[in-house]
């Protein structure tokens, strides 16, 4: 037996495995004819559980029976679920959580008994292996060769501009992003200005060490510095230098500008950035790292429009704050939570800065893998005298406090989206070419580029994308050209 991959084989034998092969629950109302009749029928939750010998030997270095059964407590005692997979079944696994209560009956020094109960609230095994359809020429037919119902992932690339996309089986239809109809003027059509995937292509647009930082700008001797370099590699750009630094002069932060001009003004923008920032080299030393990233828009005369911004500077322990800008002022700063640093020391994420006329609007994201997220936070705050202002030009800048321990320091996506009306419920959610959807069958959560926003989901369609047993067939239906797949594991009864 496997525990969220944790093999249980060195401390305990199975003795036996009770899995109900169903647990139905049938809903009756009475019926002047008949007497009963049958109204409702559900699978309920299911209980599986495992009768297990602790054993003391060579395999576990001869731990103690009481030794044994704390590390199964930690493995299995948890409030998140777990995935548990047996020899029996090595193909499927079931989500559940520990239920009940036992403890172990120690026969000998080196023997012992213990029962575990697990909760599977679902009732059902899933398939360990993704399948893959891929769509042909719109179509695609599902083979689902399990006992149950089972959701399906949706993965889509966007080979040029939509409005919407929908997929249809017989009998149902899930569709994204925004049916604009011929005769329906409400929406106001944005336009994506820039897509830059911050590769070696995309260098000639950028400017090293003009610009200027926001942290420490006019501050004596003290002000942070605009030196350094930086390497342009594959689908990003990283700080390779920051420049040189005096131990006997006074303490600053020092690094790289990147400046990049829009070719117009922007009154109204969304604009996303994928940044990371997180420290190298062993574990242990991670905690001891600095550093400091900026993202920042300003104006034709250099005033702040909107920024974020994040710093470590604590040596003792892995800490970074995030802060927001409106103008020259922090209108909000926060910490990175315990699951994100936690997951890499740093973070590899994105921010995501919003301006429709006076309101201004952030979003950051730690990034886990596949680009989903793994924890976000969301500010909105009105301001009428920034709301004045237009973006002309955007800047970055990463540093080092000193000479001590940098951070990795990358930017690997920028993309700004013009917005032409002050207000935001005429902004159609539409795809551009380039975009990836993804919808996550299980969770029913909708990620666009990575970013979850729930919203593109048509309102009157379909809430899940489902495969029953036997073979399915879906079409794509959408006024772009788009490709993709469709995912699933299999499930059983």
Not at 85 to 92: H, M, T
Not at 292 to 301: F, K, R, S, T, V
Not at 389 to 410: C, H, P
Request: net charge negative; glycine share 8%; hydrophobic share 30%.
């Amino acid at each position: 037996m496997k525990i969220d991959g944790f093999e249980t084989s060195p401390y305990l034998v199975i003795n036996n495995v009770s899995r109900p092969s169903y647990d139905v629950d049938n809903t009756t109302a009475e019926t002047a004819r008949d007497g009963v009749r049958v109204t409702n029928t559900k699978n309920k939750q299911k209980t599986i559980t495992v009768e297990c010998t602790l054993l003391s030997d060579d395999e576990n270095d001869n731990m103690r029976v009481q030794d044994i059964e704390g590390l199964i407590k930690a493995k299995c005692d948890t409030k998140d679920d777990l995935r548990i997979i047996f020899s029996d079944f090595p193909d499927r696994y079931w989500v559940g959580r520990l239920d009940g209560n036992d403890s172990v009956e120690v026969m000998t020094e080196n023997i012992g008994t213990l029962s575990l109960t697990f909760l599977i609230p679902d009732g059902k095994s899933h398939s360990i292996e993704n399948k893959a359809f891929k769509f042909n020429d719109d179509e695609v037919v599902i083979n689902n060769s399990g006992t149950s119902n089972t959701p399906l992932d949706i993965h889509l690339n966007f080979d040029s501009d939509a409005n919407s996309v929908g997929i249809v089986s017989d009998s149902q239809i899930v569709q994204f992003g925004t049916t604009i109809t011929e005769d329906e003027d409400d929406f106001v059509a944005s336009e994506r200005v820039i897509r830059d995937g911050m590769g070696p292509t995309y260098r000639n647009e950028w400017k090293l060490n003009v610009g200027r930082p926001r942290f420490k700008y006019d501050y004596g001797t003290g002000s942070s510095r605009v030196t350094g370099n930086v390497r342009w590699v594959e689908s990003k750009v990283r700080i390779s230098d920051f420049g040189t630094f005096k131990e006997d002069g006074p303490s600053y932060w020092h690094g790289p500008t990147l400046t990049r001009n829009l070719t117009e003004s922007l009154d109204n923008f969304t604009a996303y950035h994928r940044f990371k920032l997180k420290p190298g080299g062993k574990r242990k030393n991670r905690p001891k790292s600095l550093g400091l990233l900026e993202i920042n828009y300003l104006d034709a005369d250099s005033n702040f429009v909107m920024g974020f911004g994040l710093k470590d500077n604590n040596p003792n322990k892995a800490s970074i704050m995030y802060d927001f800008f409106i103008g020259d002022h922090r209108v909000f700063r926060g910490y990175l939570p315990n699951k994100v640093l936690d997951y890499t020391t740093g973070i590899f994420g994105y921010i995501e800065m919003t301006k429709i006329g006076n309101e201004f609007s952030f979003k950051l994201c730690h990034l886990k893998e596949g680009f989903r997220e793994n924890w976000s936070v969301k500010k909105t705050y009105h301001n009428d005298s920034v709301a004045m202002l237009s973006a002309k030009t955007i800047n970055f800048y990463g540093a080092q406090w000193k000479q001590v321990r940098d951070m990795i320091t990358e930017w690997t996506s920028t993309t700004v989206t013009k917005i032409n009306t002050e207000d935001d419920t005429l902004v159609p959610l539409v795809f551009y070419e380039g975009d990836e959807l993804f919808v996550d069958g299980q969770s029913n959560r909708v990620y666009v580029n990575g970013i979850r926003d729930d919203n593109y989901r048509v309102i009157g369609s379909s809430q899940f994308l489902t495969a029953p047993p036997g073979n399915s067939e879906y079409s794509l239906v959408t006024d772009g050209q788009v490709k993709g797949h469709l995912e699933m594991r299999e499930r059983y009864l």
